[in-house]
């Protein structure tokens, strides 16, 4: 293995990344106050399916790639799109309830939107993220298809730590701005969702990035 091929899939893996990385900012938005471990889990989710996807599509080889290949951009959007709607009806949902409070017992609305308990990031959103966000890597396995076995191991592993530490900078870049923007944060998490998904959709579908 040359120094080529390390660089090769650290750029694989840091583009591969750009999708979670934004789902980890936007539950960091959504979760200002998430424990250390569970910034950790959440990476390491990520981490574990942006390395297992491509060693899967690796496996599959072609054939059965080329059959689910289409549908894979619509499977991504289709999830982003409930997980972001969600977020932005919770958001919308839980402020007005809050403001309400609020406005009865005469505190007004700034003081509900800081103190209102944002939902949580959960075992079953994260894995369904995690899928979304990682499933479009299966037809990365195609382009590693010439690798040997251990070759194909560790360009998976180092898609996997890339997408670890990209995920974690961008989890306490969102809890940064989370604390701050209240419970607006949940609504800009949810649309971040929605637009990754689009994106991924039409990169997917058309071939055209952002």
């Known amino acids: 293995m040359t120094a080529g091929f390390f660089l090769q899939n650290i750029g694989l893996g840091a583009g591969l990344a750009m999708d979670a990385s934004a789902v980890s900012m936007s539950n960091g938005l959504n979760e200002p106050k998430m424990s250390i471990g569970k910034k950790i889990l959440m990476a390491a989710t990520y981490a574990i399916f942006q390395a297992a996807m491509p060693i899967a599509g690796y496996f599959a080889g072609h054939a059965l790639i080329d059959k689910i290949g289409p549908y894979i951009p619509w499977i991504a959007l289709v999830l982003l799109l409930f997980l972001g709607g969600k977020m932005i009806r919770d958001g919308i949902k839980e402020r007005r309830k809050k403001a309400d409070e609020s406005a009865i017992e005469g505190g007004g609305a700034e ?59 961008a989890v306490f870049i969102g809890q940064k701005f989370g604390d701050k923007l209240g419970y607006k944060a949940v609504i800009l998490g949810g649309i971040i969702l929605i637009i990754i998904g689009i994106e991924i959709c039409v990169t997917g579908v058309l071939g055209v990035g952002f």
């Open 111 to 169: 003081n509900a939107e800081a103190e209102a308990v944002k939902p949580k990031l959960g075992v079953k959103t994260l894995l369904v993220q995690a899928l979304a966000t990682s499933i479009d890597a299966l037809s990365v396995g195609l382009s590693i298809s010439d690798y040997e076995i251990y070759e194909a191991m560790i360009a998976a592993a180092i898609i996997s730590a890339i997408t670890f530490a990209l995920c974690m900078i």
